[in-house]
């Protein structure tokens, strides 16, 4: 399986309504505008993607989905939340273990741990702003374990 974890694109100021309906910023969507060519030439082609149900994140899969061409339900799971624990995501994954290709979009700093722990480096100093993605390649969903295969930040305006 290839396991593309992201980090949303940036959002605008919280303001009122909280943390969770924070909605992504122009940079935000212009991040994701950036970043699409290079991710179809990377071969981003997801069976699923599953998104925190934080407004800022479901608006990056929204936006990431229509610029692939992916037509498929755009799922929403609490174990993305910021707030959530590295078991609950690894839950979710392996809900998923048949696809070849599933995309999540979740929160910092939870994206940076999974990474860290797939890739069995407690240390990876890895940049992840807003809007990064990496593909991480899992011989066996069951097991928490994967090779980082590529890691983009959003290119500059």
């Known amino acids: 399986m290839l396991l593309y974890l992201m980090?949303?694109?940036a959002a605008e100021s919280a303001v009122g309504g909280g943390d969770a309906n924070r909605s992504l910023s122009p940079a935000g969507r212009e991040?994701?505008?950036r970043l699409l060519p290079l991710l179809l030439a990377l071969g981003l082609r997801p069976e699923w993607i599953v998104a925190s149900p934080y407004r800022r994140a479901m608006e990056t899969a929204q936006l990431l989905a229509a610029g692939i061409g992916y037509s498929g339900e755009i799922l929403s799971d609490t174990s993305l939340l910021p707030?959530?624990?590295?078991?609950?995501?690894?839950?979710?994954?392996?809900?998923?273990?048949?696809?070849?290709?599933?995309?999540?979009?979740g929160h910092a700093p939870n994206v940076v741990t999974w990474v860290n722990q797939l890739c069995a480096t407690g240390s990876l100093r890895i940049a992840f702003p807003s809007g990064a993605i990496c593909?991480?390649?899992?011989?066996?969903?069951?097991?928490?374990?994967?090779?980082?295969?590529?890691?983009?930040i959003p290119p500059p305006a």
């Open 7 to 9: 980090r949303h694109a």
């Open 31 to 33: 991040q994701l505008q």
């Open 135 to 152: 593909c991480v390649e899992l011989e066996d969903p069951r097991r928490w374990m994967g090779r980082l295969c590529w890691h983009l």
């Open 83 to 105: 707030t959530s624990t590295p078991t609950a995501v690894q839950s979710l994954v392996l809900a998923f273990a048949q696809a070849s290709q599933l995309l999540l979009v």
